[in-house]
């Protein structure tokens, strides 16, 4: 199972607004509604963000959306603000009792 | 407050074995599967696979089937993943994280709460 394509880095300016995509195949993301997303800061353990494609954890603020087209997800987190810097992951499950996770996303914030 | 606390640091020359520990709390630790998730040195996030603590079901990603073994004592709340013969390729960061599914979706690669990962060095 081939790792989901991300673009390797990404960036928006103070209070607007990015938008991470996902890429993967019907045997993943197109065939499932199990897309989650991470956040992980430098040195720190990755933090859920998104599960089932659009869903939020408690504590998880309201920027942070998620989409799914086909077999593409998308994570859009708006009015960005300095904390919202770090590395991005997308995951899905892609059958077989197997997961997968995207390539990573480097967010920065100008 | 759910928690999962890992082993400390190792470093270990090539060929020696390790085994390294998550211990959960703050929740039934035997209903929940965990999983086990490689980051490599300034690299992405590998799904190695999922254990169930009930009964030690497990599930191995193709890529590390036969490479490690995942094993649980769920009497004192505690997964573990063991090498029998490490490589400097092995050097990495382990995270273990629970899943909040059960059923063939504790395989999607969603989990709600994360270890805060073990450095493994292997060299000579």
């Known amino acids: 199972q081939s790792a989901l394509a991300q673009p390797p880095s990404a960036s928006g300016s103070l209070g607007q607004s990015v938008t991470i995509s996902c890429t993967g195949s019907?045997?993943?993301?197109?065939?499932?509604?199990?897309v989650s997303w991470y956040q992980q800061h430098p040195g720190k353990a990755p933090r859920l963000m998104i599960y089932?494609?659009?869903k939020r954890p408690s504590g998880v603020p309201d920027r942070f959306s998620g989409s799914k087209s086909g077999s593409t997800a998308s994570l859009t987190v708006s009015g960005l603000q300095a904390e919202d810097e770090a590395d991005y992951y997308c995951?899905?499950?892609?059958?077989?009792?197997?997961?997968?996770f995207g390539t990573g996303t480097k967010v920065t914030v100008l | 407050e759910v928690q999962l606390v890992q082993s400390g640091a190792e470093v270990k020359k090539p060929g020696e074995s390790l085994m390294i520990s998550c211990q959960g709390s703050?929740?039934?630790?035997?209903?929940?599967?965990i999983g086990w998730v490689r980051q490599m040195p300034g690299k992405g996030l590998e799904w190695m696979g999922i254990?169930?603590?009930?009964?030690?079901?497990?599930i191995y990603s193709p890529s590390f089937q036969g490479q490690v073994t995942f094993s649980v004592d769920k009497y004192i709340n505690t997964a573990y993943l063991q090498w029998s013969s490490l490589k400097a390729s092995d050097t990495a960061v382990y995270f273990c994280?629970?899943?909040?599914?059960?059923?063939?979706?504790?395989?999607?690669?969603?989990?709600?709460?994360w270890g805060q990962g073990t450095l493994v060095a292997v060299s000579s």
């Open positions: 994280a629970r899943s909040p599914y059960r059923g063939a979706f504790a395989a999607s690669c969603t989990f709600d709460t």
């Open positions: 703050g929740y039934s630790f035997s209903t929940s599967w």
């Open positions: 254990i169930f603590p009930g009964d030690s079901d497990t």
């Open positions: 019907s045997r993943d993301i197109g065939g499932y509604n199990y």
């Open positions: 089932e494609v659009t």
């Open positions: 995951a899905s499950y892609a059958g077989g009792h197997m997961g997968v």
